[in-house]
């Protein structure tokens, strides 16, 4: 790669610091439906899969089968909570303010869940319409759907792509798209373990805050 054109941001625990209270949404509902103990560290294993795919995921894990009816109560829980208290990610503001090259959001989010969280955390002014969802696409991470569409969109090779993620499955899509991948663990849900899966799952590398970010993304070529 000689020189990076796209970095692509995940949202949820890249962007914003979304998980701790996704677990929390997520945990609050299935009480509610008379299941409990879906908590964070049932989620966590669920991080990066879009919200069919995360109920697909707790039933396996837990055997806990969610009335399809109440899907809505997901997000509506989900939404109370970010509107309450959801906050950009340490550091991110100035990090992406010093970015000169094109960027995108590239999530297993919903667009109006990626579109809430980038306005009440004041980050919609810096992505405009460069939105994406694994909802645009046929599968969802980790298969690189998602990554090759936002590209696409973008007009940039896959070769050419940065993809900044903080999970496993993310990575995995990533990879599989051809595209250099990030592993972040700068969120408010890491954990002892989560740079090693994040290199397990095959990140090219990975940072704990994004001053480390901005120094990697420069040896690629990041123009900055």
């Not at 208290?85 to 303010?97: N, Q």
């Amino acid at each position: 790669m000689a020189q990076a054109r796209l970095i692509i941001f995940d949202c949820d625990g890249v962007l914003v610091d979304s998980e701790p209270l996704a677990a929390k949404a997520y945990e609050r509902v299935y009480e509610k439906h008379g299941m409990p103990g879906v908590h964070g560290g049932i989620i966590a294993q669920c991080i990066g899969l879009k919200q069919a795919d995360i109920i697909v995921k707790i039933k396996e894990l837990t055997g806990h089968q969610f009335p399809p009816a109440a899907d809505g109560d997901i997000w509506a829980e989900t939404k109370l909570l970010f509107s309450e208290e959801l906050k950009p990610t340490p550091g991110i503001v100035p990090f992406i303010s010093s970015l000169a090259g094109d960027r995108c959001v590239a999530s297993g989010s919903s667009v109006e869940r990626i579109n809430h969280s980038l306005s009440v955390t004041g980050l919609s002014r810096f992505f405009g319409e460069a939105i994406f969802s694994s909802y645009m696409v046929k599968n969802g991470k980790p298969a690189p759907d998602i990554f090759l569409y936002a590209a696409e969109k973008m007009g940039a090779k896959p070769a050419d792509c940065v993809v900044i993620e903080d999970s496993p499955f993310g990575v995995q899509g990533a990879v599989a798209a051809g595209m250099i991948a990030i592993g972040y663990t700068g969120g408010g849900h890491t954990y002892p373990e989560h740079g090693a899966r994040l290199r397990a799952a095959g990140a090219d590398l990975v940072c704990a805050d994004w001053h480390d970010v901005s120094r990697k993304l420069a040896k690629l070529g990041v123009p900055a």
